[in-house]
């Protein structure tokens, strides 16, 4: 069963940093892209970040510079780090596929107070 465990997020002031961890049941490697993807209250989910099997990176320009998310394939495990955070970043984080998303799981909620 695949499933998909995001954990790392909490409350934080601004201008502070976090750093997320998604770790799959499933073998990264063999799925190619893996991204990261917010929700704030009231509005869709949007793409934060993503990384292809080879490391290539690409960002929403809302994080840019601020944001860097990485991959251990051994650890089928993909991460986001955080800084300088904004009380805009506030919302329920959570990773998946890129492309073709598996079942979402419970996310990680992320607060930034200002």
């Known amino acids: 069963q695949v499933q998909l465990v995001e954990s790392g997020g909490g409350l934080v002031q601004a201008g502070g940093s976090l750093r997320l961890s998604c770790a799959a049941s499933f073998s990264i490697v063999s799925t190619g892209a893996m991204a990261w993807y917010r929700q704030a209250p009231g509005k869709q989910r949007e793409l934060v970040a993503a990384i292809t099997s080879g490391g290539s990176t690409n960002y929403a320009d809302s994080v840019k510079g601020r944001f860097t998310i990485s991959r251990d394939n051994a650890k089928n495990t993909v991460y986001l780090q955080m800084n300088s955070l904004k009380p805009e970043d506030t919302a329920v984080y959570y990773c998946?596929?890129?492309?073709?998303?598996?079942?979402w799981g419970e996310g990680t909620q992320v607060t930034v107070s200002s």
């Open positions: 998946n596929r890129r492309y073709g998303n598996f079942a």
